[in-house]
């Protein structure tokens, strides 16, 4: 009967929790600062490379007064060369006062694009001002507040593609031909096929007696964590269609995306892909610093979180080759 009722609990507990939004924290108290930044860095077949540090400031408070202002706040970067940027918001929202506290949200965008050398709204910083992994020394000034910190990228991921040994160039591929996808590092681990919440993941692996009896339950997060995956699709847009994740999936089965470790390279037979398909392969490391481990602020209640991405992107067109008539040969009589 002991065990009988212990379980019942257990059950009946685990519905609760896992009804509420997975990893999420403790809710806000009224006057609270919270910041969400993102930094990436994004290679496209080894021919543009994208920075975009992404900063997301959620400010609740009571008193709506505390918001006067908030929609002046500014953002600094300086590089690791002493070069700054100083930027307003990309996006101001302010949500009045429901129940217990109104909310405003203020977002900012910091990007440079190589293939958009000069400012625009696809570069909105000097040429290599992106130079280094880093350290970038971050400040926020909000309603006379200062909120600071720094991050750096870690080791630029590498990817290449090639084809009866020679790299694939000019974004195509021989449909016809087998073809090998090669990585730096060569191994890499815990991986997933999946791109998604990763933390939800992790959160409904973790043991249930340690989540009921710790209270505020937090997953421990995996850092650095990679997403590996091989797809293919119609050219024109469409679903696209996972080429086997068991060779990267040790022991895949249906509905399992992780494995603790991987290796490259990896070969892709012919006839794995139909001509006129493009094949994209994606691979990506997401390091997360620990919580309010890289930012502080000068109010009293503020939290923090950063995540960091480095992913290379690497899209090919699958190609048949040209017939004699294509090429202009005209067989004799």
Do not use: W
């Amino acid at each position: 009967m002991v065990i009988a009722n212990r379980l019942a609990s257990l059950v009946i507990a685990a519905t609760l929790v896992l009804a509420l939004p997975l990893g999420a924290a403790a809710v806000p108290e009224a006057d609270h600062i919270h910041l969400e930044l993102d930094a990436l860095r994004l290679n496209v077949n080894d021919y543009s490379l994208k920075h975009q540090v992404k900063a997301v400031l959620t400010i609740t408070a009571e008193d709506e007064s505390r918001f006067s202002g908030a929609d002046l706040a500014l953002i600094t970067i300086i590089n690791p060369v002493g070069e700054d940027v100083t930027l307003g918001h990309y996006k101001y929202v302010f949500n009045e006062k429901k129940f217990k506290a109104a909310n405003a949200i203020v977002v900012f965008k910091v990007v440079e694009d190589s293939s958009a050398p000069l400012p625009s709204e696809l570069s909105n910083v000097p040429p290599g001002f992106f130079c280094a992994d880093g350290p970038y020394h971050v400040s926020i000034i909000l309603r006379g507040e200062v909120i600071s910190g720094e991050f750096s990228f870690g080791p630029a991921l590498g990817m290449g593609v090639s084809q009866g040994g020679e790299p694939v160039t000019n974004f195509c591929l021989a449909a016809e031909e087998p073809f090998q996808v090669a990585t730096d590092p060569q191994e890499f681990g815990p991986v997933y096929y999946k791109r998604q919440d990763l933390t939800n993941f992790v959160y409904q692996l973790a043991n249930m007696d340690q989540a009921l009896e710790g209270g505020d339950f937090h997953a421990q997060v995996e850092t650095p964590r990679y997403v590996f995956q091989v797809r293919a699709g119609k050219g024109d847009g469409g679903p696209t269609r996972l080429i086997d994740p068991a060779r990267y999936i040790v022991g895949h089965e249906k509905h399992l995306i992780r494995s603790e470790q991987t290796a490259t390279p990896l070969s892709f037979q012919a006839g794995e892909v139909t001509p006129g398909e493009v094949v994209v392969i994606d691979f990506q490391r997401e390091d997360v610093p620990a919580p309010d481990s890289l930012f502080g602020a000068e109010t009293a209640s503020f939290s923090s979180r950063v995540l960091i991405t480095d992913r290379v992107v690497f899209a090919l067109h699958a190609e048949t080759p040209p017939t004699p008539e294509e090429l202009g040969q005209v067989s004799g009589s």
